[in-house]
Every structure is written in structure tokens, then in C-alpha cells.
């Protein structure tokens, strides 16, 4: 192959460097594996943390609570429930799921901030938690799902979505006891 005399050989290799880049970025935006560097101190973020906290408030005032020990806390099923399975999960119906949906023309309509793609995600994230909660519990997920959906379409990125999924999970577990 003939190079072409007006590129040099280091200009080459970033310019096949930049396309790799370019590439990798494409295939880690669909599922929402683009890092997303700030999502932390977006005032939307800080907000969804608070409404954590809120319904963790609502819990403690109207509802028998059992919180965890520090034993507990440190338990492979607190870890599994606070870290791995909120992770898996956001993989699974945000980056997988909902990314798809996002590449459709339809998945991207919405209204005040909510895609069809984060609606028919979150119908899809209850009825995965139906076989687990009782039917309440799991109808009850649709509002952490939506805004998890809507952080996902926000950032670009599934990362908010696991540290708000996680966070949420941890103060749930840890004020109503491990199953």
C-alpha cells in the first residue's frame, strides 16, 4: 500500500487512532457505557438523590421499619441487592433495552423529559420485578424506573442510572431488613 507523501507516519496513526476512538465510542453509546464525568453535580442528579431520601423519610414515618445491622450491611445478600443487581439490572433494561428503544424514531417522542423508550423500559423493568414483590412493590418500581429512564436519556450513560439504582436499593434494604 502507497501512503500518501503529504502524511507523515505519526499523523497516520493518530488519524487511525481517532477513528478507533470514534468507533468505540459509537459502540459504548447504544448501550449507555460512554462515562459520563459530572452527571454528580448536574442539579437533575442531585434532585433524584433527594427524592431517595424522601421516600426513605416517608418509609420511617408511616410504615414498621427494621433497619440492618453493620453485620448486615457487610453481607454478600446486601452487596448483591445495594450493588450487583442494581447494576445488572440498568445494564440489562437502560443500556440494552432502552438503548434500543432510543435508536428507534418513536422511542425518542416523549413529553416533559420522558421518552417513549424510558415508558415502555419501565413497564418492562415492573414486570420484571412482579415475579420478586408483591404486586404493589412491584407496581411501585415505576417511579425510580422513570427516573432512572430519564438520567439514562439525560447523560447518555447507563452510570447515573447504577449509582442512583444502587443508592436508592441501599436505603431501602437498609431500613426495611433483608428478606
Known sequence: MERSRDVTPLQDSQTFQSKC???I???AS?????????FYRDKAFLVALLAGGGF??????WLPIHPITL?????QAFLFRAILYPALEE???????????????????GWGGLT??????????????WW???????????LPSLIFGYCRDRYISIYPCIVLHAFYNAGYFGLTGLP
Open 132 to 142: 420478586s414483590h408483591p404486586p404493589l412493590w412491584a407496581a411501585a418500581v415505576l
Open 25 to 27: 465510542r459509537a459502540v
Open 56 to 61: 426513605w423519610l416517608g418509609l420511617w414515618l
Open 30 to 38: 447504544t448501550p449507555g457505557l460512554a462515562w459520563c464525568p459530572s
Open 116 to 129: 417513549l423508550a424510558n415508558c415502555f423500559t419501565s413497564l418492562f423493568f415492573v414486570a420484571g420485578h
Open 21 to 23: 476512538s470514534a468507533v
Open 71 to 75: 453485620a448486615q450491611v457487610l453481607s
Open 91 to 109: 445494564l440489562i433494561f437502560r443500556g440494552y433495552l432502552q438503548g434500543q428503544l432510543r435508536q428507534q424514531s418513536w422511542g425518542q417522542q
